[in-house]
């Protein structure tokens, strides 16, 4: 008797003889192909779409009788091949190649049109077509007026995503037209809602300034008789070492600015904005509000009677910075509460493990993983389709795993360098992506919490050097008209490689009064909280004075997080700590070895229960002050001029002379009858080995009127003082 035959003895399929494919309308192709000769018998045929850049896009399977199939969601204008497998229990057959093909068809559509007014015009602004047809050759932009006739009309790039349509009466109301237009034809219009051009504000009518605690108060008189209103005021002061620039609302006409560095001369300059721009400013002389430290030039007030909050440990969060080899005790003494990871990485994986810490996962760097191919990374806007898929396989993957993420970070550091495939990266595009994301993450996850929009910086509106940045104010009207209610906003603090107010603390407390005064005029976007992902500029994060500084003004601004950053450098003692297990640089290359800088947020960890009031007399001069439940005062004072090459080897600015070494006075305002017994260690400034605190021998103190001073006598710029204060 004979055994009956094995499937395996069943021969493979023969590879089909031809195969041809034809470019179809709306994103399709059709695969025709003829069968091979010899071998076994296919139960099926399987057709694989190829893009040239990413690979294989998708898949259709067809009866074993079939000679033909038809592959959808292809992105018109982009050039495929198709492979074809003969198919049976054995295996598949080698596959049958077609020619190049490209499918084609007019554009659909343009997406989400939106208005805003200018002088005399408007700015339009819109997303591209879902699906392109044939490659884009520019659009058509018209204004309409109420009975729907176009009265002016440009046209725009193929990868523009705004145009500006000029000529027309201030005051008055239009719609805007959006045409795509390729080789084929054109979309169907897509129309706006209206807009109105409008003149920039009038100055404003007059401008005082007056001192304050901490700072100086302004208040000015919009112009009445102005032909539009403001949507909000710029409030400028500036002195011979000192900026800061603060906004207020529409109908606001005073602004208190504080903190601020005591006895300087400030010009206030007020300005007044809208949709179309800033009208003129006027001014006013004021030197803002002195406390203690009249007539030191390095002087720090401490109020210990007067508490503005709790501190609790704003800035304790940690990006990457984290592997196996870290040293386990050294990461404990930061008693890190939140924490910024790539998902999966060492760090997540760590931070899942440390009770009470909140993970923010980012989005964009698992797509950085998923969409690169060739060494190109593909833009999720050049396959809308396949970039919400990836969002919700991954949401639901990482709920699957029960893998831990408090807030989705939907896209780091939106750049237009980001994505080296695809239509190159406009606001609109970004705005795009952004609700896309959300929307995914919310169809699989319904009670997930997501942030946006981590730019490298706060830009805000108007930015002329930047006309396709993401910023603030854009952002949340795009948000408060698609109803995406983020459950925090974010933003990198890095500087812009520019010395003074660019890289000074002070910017911190500006960006975020600026983002809660926009946030106010948006109450349908609820109350987010306010990331701060990334802080300290490349120049001076491994210097102990500015992370100090950078501390002290997170605190004094009441973010919700914040944690540190890293950097990678060509030059200098250490490259690359962005992948390695240094905490975010705060160790040596070798994981366990700490620089001054650890020691810095090692003590701010340890700064617990009231936050006092503070003063400064000098912008490079930041002090941070708490008083725990047991009494006992802590008090952490930071020097940080700019970037100096003598005292940081990652300076990239040519600064020649080093700020010399001057004695820094800090005023603890005890009370009658009381005395103080203090304790000083400090971290030198160094991006070196810093084993441990150094003890200092020579501060004197005394007590007179109620105010018990300290005189460090020798601070070098980037130094820390760690003063521990008993009053009995």
Known sequence: ????????????????????????????????????????????????????????????????????????????????????????????????????????????IPQDVRVDGRANSLRVAWVPPVNEGAPLTGYRVSALDASGASVATVTACAACTSAIVGGLANGA??????????????????????????????TVASVQAVPAPGGLTVSWSPDSAGATAPDRFLVQATAYDSFSQWYACATCTSLTMAPLPQGRTYDVKVFAHNSAGYGPGRSAG??????????????????TGTTTGPAVGRAQGLLLGYNA?????????????????????????????????????????????????????????????????FVKQLVQQMKNQGRRVDYWDIQNEPLPTEFSAGPVPTAELWYEQYRVAYEAIKSVDPGAKIVGPSMTQM???????????????????????????????????????????????????????????EVARHPNLGTPKVFINEVQPPNGFLVPGQVGGVLAALELSNVDQANSTCHQYATGPTIGMCDTGTLDGMLLDDQTTPRGIYWVRQQYATMTGDRLATLSSSPSLSVFATRPADGVY??????????????????????????????????????????????????????????ALNDVLDATTSTAGGLTSVTLPSVKDGDVYLLTVTVS
């Not at 059709?30 to 190829?50: C, N, R």
């Not at 509000?289 to 030191?296: D, H, I, P």
């Not at 020097?639 to 006075?665: D, E, I, L, W």
């Open 634 to 691: 802590k008090v952490m004072v930071s020097r940080h001029a700019s970037c100096v090459k003598a005292v940081n080897v990652y300076c990239n600015q040519t600064t020649t002379a080093t700020p010399a070494a001057a004695p820094v006075t800090l005023k603890l305002r005890t009370g009658t009858d009381r005395s103080a017994v203090v304790d000083v260690r400090m971290v030198p400034v160094g991006v070196g080995a810093q084993p």
């Open 459 to 517: 830009l805000w509106v108007g930015d002329a050097n930047a006309p396709d940045a993401v910023d603030v104010p854009t952002f949340m009207n795009y948000a408060d008209a698609h109803n995406l209610r983020f459950d925090a906003y974010s933003w990198h603090e890095l500087g812009i490689g520019q010395a003074g107010y660019y890289d000074s603390p002070q910017r911190i407390v500006d960006d975020v009064q600026a983002f809660r005064t």
């Open 173 to 202: 109301s239009y719609r805007a037209s959006v045409v795509a237009l390729n080789a084929i034809g054109s979309s169907p219009p897509a129309t706006s809602a209206a807009g109105t051009p409008t003149a920039v504000p009038a």
């Open 325 to 389: 080899s870290t040293n386990s005790t050294l990461l404990n003494g930061l008693h890190v509460n939140q924490w910024r990871v790539s998902l999966g990485s060492s760090a997540h994986l760590k931070a899942e493990t440390m009770p009470g810490v909140s993970i923010t996962g980012s989005l964009s760097d698992a797509w950085r993983s998923s969409a690169t191919s060739g060494g190109k990374l593909q833009a999720p806007w050049a396959n809308w389709p396949r970039y919400v898929s």
């Open 1 to 108: 008797m004979f055994a009956p035959p094995s499937r395996a003895a069943v021969a493979k399929p023969p590879k089909p003889m031809v195969a041809v494919a034809i470019g179809g309308l709306g994103g399709t192709a059709t695969v025709k192909w003829t069968p091979g000769m010899g071998g076994g018998a296919p139960t099926a045929y399987s057709v694989m779409a190829h893009e040239q850049n990413f690979g294989f896009t998708s898949l259709v399977t067809a009866c074993a009788s079939c000679r033909s199939a038809v592959l959808t969601g292809l992105i018109n204008g982009r050039t495929y091949l198709f492979s074809v497998y003969a198919v049976n229990a054995s295996g598949a057959s080698a596959a049958a190649t077609s020619t190049a093909v490209l499918p084609s068809s007019a554009p659909t």
């Open 286 to 303: 004021v030197v803002s509000g002195s406390g203690s430290c009249v007539g030191l030039s390095l002087c720090a007030d401490v109020d």
